[in-house]
């Protein structure tokens, strides 16, 4: 790691009942830049009286935000789109910072910032209910949605804002008061990003932010009594946990987890639109997408062509400092996941895999860059074909039929993202149905979302809860049925 220290460091702070908490004692940690090395800022470390302080702010908060009228909470969305739009460029380059996407990338997600906002505040007009003919005369029966109170929403560091805008937005416009636990790789984008909602006026406690150490703060909220849902992105693993902590209060929890995903591309495809969606999908964001592609089935007949169209684009790919204009790869997010994918890629070859391109780390630039590595020879149940890599490797798999494609892409613990190219009708319409995961494209690659489309993964990538669309209040609202004899 280089020595070179910025003059100017930030400093994320907590944000507990309206204020940026400044205590003498407090403890920080670094936020570091994976492109340099260089020191980004300090955060402050949380500690569990402060988690506590917050949950308790927002519990306090939660009956008067109740009653707010939808339309009053909306226009404090509405308000955050607008500032998220002038802050866009400070709060993209400090995401590129603290994570290393490269900068197109965090504007377009700051982008996604506000379109959400404002897409959750239209949906609040319509967070309908049903009316229920009564069987008695005299009556009437109807049903609303609730909200349910304090909401924890914890989050991961490669969608720094996004991820964070489809919880904390849908929590809000429903009703809910908010403790936010964002990822410390991330903490200062968090930090900027709850500077934007403040400055909307929102009165104190509805929205707190707590940094600090995921397995410390993470297990207090999830085994607090007073927060009543958890909406969660991350990995499998501590989506598993987080479940477990919840369960003696009786919790809502709502889990969006890894992926293994699936390009699956017949004989029949266009090839050149597959290489160029398997590409974007597996090497945008460096691969650490939780819908990155990271496996291509291919119909046998066609894997020498794709494989060398493939390459050929991955080759003309720009890896660089994300601030850099023209880099179109970053590096990874630290040195754990540079290890992380050594380690598989290194697997990969022991298990009889081929590596066709990349397999090495770009020395010239230092730090955690990585190449796009793409690998032939991998059978459907090797390592690499099996597990969540989260970095830029693509795994090669042949296939002699659709049936056999199917059975490989579904074939894996996970169920997030499959994208079928084909031509034929009757395969496009099989894999629609035939691919058990929450997310299917046909001609498409595997990592796009729509807003107003519900996002959210089948098996281990999730529990059944979806996001981004107004299945996001199926989260963060629950059902009260009423009967009114007049
Ligand atoms: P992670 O290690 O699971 O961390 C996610 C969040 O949980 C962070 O805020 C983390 O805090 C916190 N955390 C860590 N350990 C915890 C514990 N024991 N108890 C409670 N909270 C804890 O995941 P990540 O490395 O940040 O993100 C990568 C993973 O996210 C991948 O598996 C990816 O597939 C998944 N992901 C899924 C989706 C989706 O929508 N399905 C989207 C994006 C990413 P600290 O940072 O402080 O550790
Ligand atoms: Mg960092």
Not at 252 to 278: F, H, M, P, Y
Not at 369 to 383: A, H, K, L
Not at 470 to 481: I, R
Request: aromatic content about 6%; overall charge negative.
């Amino acid at each position: 790691m280089s020595n070179q220290i910025k003059t100017e460091i930030l400093k994320g702070d907590l944000y507990i009942n309206g204020k940026w908490v400044n205590e003498p004692d407090q403890s920080y940690f670094e936020s570091l830049n994976p492109a340099t090395g260089e020191l980004v800022g300090v955060c402050a470390a949380a500690s569990p009286a402060q988690v506590d302080t917050a949950v308790a702010a927002a519990e306090k908060a939660y009956s008067s935000w109740k009653n707010t009228p939808i339309p009053e909470r909306a226009s404090y969305l509405t308000k955050a789109a607008q500032l998220f739009e002038l802050r866009r460029e400070e709060l993209a380059r400090v995401m590129t910072m603290e994570m290393g996407k490269v900068l197109t990338e965090s504007l377009g997600e700051v982008g996604v910032v506000s379109a959400t906002a404002q897409y959750m505040a239209g949906e609040g007009r319509r967070l309908f209910g049903e009316t229920v003919p009564a069987g008695f005369s005299g009556r009437n029966v109807r049903m609303v949605r609730e909200p349910l109170g304090v909401a924890a929403c914890i989050t991961p560091w490669n969608f720094p804002v996004a991820l964070a805008s489809y919880k904390i937005f849908s929590a809000l416009i429903a009703g809910n008061t908010v403790v936010w636990k964002p990822a410390s790789e991330v903490a200062l984008s968090a930090k900027i990003f709850v500077e934007i909602l403040a400055e909307t006026g929102l009165p104190e406690g509805v929205v707190n932010l707590i940094t600090g150490s995921g397995s410390k703060v993470g297990r207090k909220l999830a085994e607090h009594q007073a927060v009543k849902v958890i909406s969660f992105t991350g990995s499998t693993e501590v989506g598993q946990q987080l479940a477990e902590m919840s369960c003696k209060t009786l919790k809502r929890i709502s889990l969006e987890l890894g992926g293994k995903n699936a390009v699956i591309v017949l004989k029949d495809a266009d090839l050149d639109k597959a290489a160029d969606g398997i590409v974007k999908s597996a090497f945008t964001t460096t691969g650490q997408r939780c819908t990155a592609a990271s496996r291509v089935i291919v119909e046998r007949p066609v894997k020498e062509q794709l494989v060398k169209k493939i390459v050929q684009l991955t080759k003309s790919m720009k890896i660089g400092n994300g601030l850099e204009e023209g880099s179109q790869i970053g590096p990874l997010v630290n040195e754990d996941q540079l290890h992380t994918v050594e380690r598989y890629v290194q697997k990969a070859i022991e298990e009889g895999g081929n590596i066709v391109s990349g397999g090495q780390r770009v020395n010239e630039l230092g730090s955690f860059y990585y190449e796009p590595t793409i690998i032939e020879n991998v059978r459907p149940n090797d390592s690499i074909a099996q597990e969540e890599i989260f970095g830029p490797v693509l795994a090669i798999i042949e296939v002699d039929s659709y049936e056999e494609a199917m059975e490989v892409n579904n074939g894996t613990i996970y169920g997030l993202s499959t994208s079928i190219y084909t031509n034929s009708l009757h395969y496009a319409n099989r894999g629609a149905s035939e691919a058990v995961s929450g997310l299917v494209y046909i001609n498409n690659g595997t990592s796009n979302a729509e807003m107003g489309v519900a996002f959210g993964g089948m098996k281990m990538s999730g529990n059944g809860h979806r996001e981004v669309s107004h299945h996001a209040f199926d989260v963060m609202t629950e059902w009260k049925s009423i009967y009114t004899n007049y």
